[in-house]
């Protein structure tokens, strides 16, 4: 998968493109998200303009990122350009799986000093903005960012605690299914997602689904057994199985050997 390095913030405001302009009708004012996601927001989509925020949760490897991949799938699906920042460890083969395309995918694991800027500057030219939210970042930054993706007609999509956000969702609980007597693979979780809001968002919601779950994510059936695993892993017997992610096989479409865009500080 080829790959490009860019450097410093001029050259990510020359980077990204407009963002999909809005029909006078407003047609395209909400991006789409997975059908089993829809009911936890108030819009049924990732409303332009918006700060959807997802918590990370206790412990923080808890299916927040997985959850972050669902709600980009769809919107990336229908031709939407989406940035992620400051996640590292972001797999793009875990994103090729769920079907985001990587050709409309920038990632910027390690956005510096000038986070705010780099945040700013992809607002104005990409639909969805993930970020990682820095433990330093003040409230005036953060509502400077958030009005200004309400002024460019952004989604801004911060991944940690962020106060005043329209939506924040939440993996709440989590159980993987695919174990047996201390024997087995783990194949899906069904994951319990909250959502708390302002306005239209202010009723707590809640929803289970299978996060991931048969290469989609999907509404977990109300009778479906799920073999009881602990966060680290751990069966009923004891024994340890990894927890991450099944790494994705090589994409051979021609859309997923498009460029993967590497974007570096200054």
Known sequence: MAGR?????????ALVRPASAPDPEG????LPVAPELTGLLPNRGLRRGSTIAVATGQPRRSGGTSLVLAL??????????????????????AAAELGIA?????LVPHPGPEWATVIAALIDGVDVV????PATVSASVANRLAARA?????????????DGAD???????????????GRGRLRRREVTVSARGRGAAARPKEVKVWL?????????????????????????????????????????????RAALTLVAPS
């Open 102 to 106: 990587l050709d409309r995918l920038a």
């Open 5 to 13: 390095m860019v450097v410093g913030s001029a050259a990510l405001a």
């Open 167 to 181: 939506v924040t969702l939440q993996v709440v609980r989590g159980a993987w299914e695919g174990l047996g007597q």
């Open 72 to 93: 980009l799938a769809e919107a990336s699906r229908a031709g939407s350009w989406c940035a992620v920042v400051g996640v590292p460890t972001f797999g793009a083969g």
């Open 27 to 30: 047609g395209h004012r909400v």
């Open 130 to 133: 993930v970020t990682a939210v």
């Open 212 to 256: 991931p779950g048969d290469g989609l994510t999907r509404v977990v059936p109300r009778s479906a057994p799920v073999a009881a695993v602990s966060a680290t892993g751990r069966s009923a017997a004891g024994r340890l199985r990894p927890v991450g992610p099944a790494v994705a096989p090589a994409p051979t479409g021609p859309s997923r």
């Open 150 to 162: 309400r002024q460019r007609g952004s989604v801004l999509v911060p991944y940690g605690r962020w």
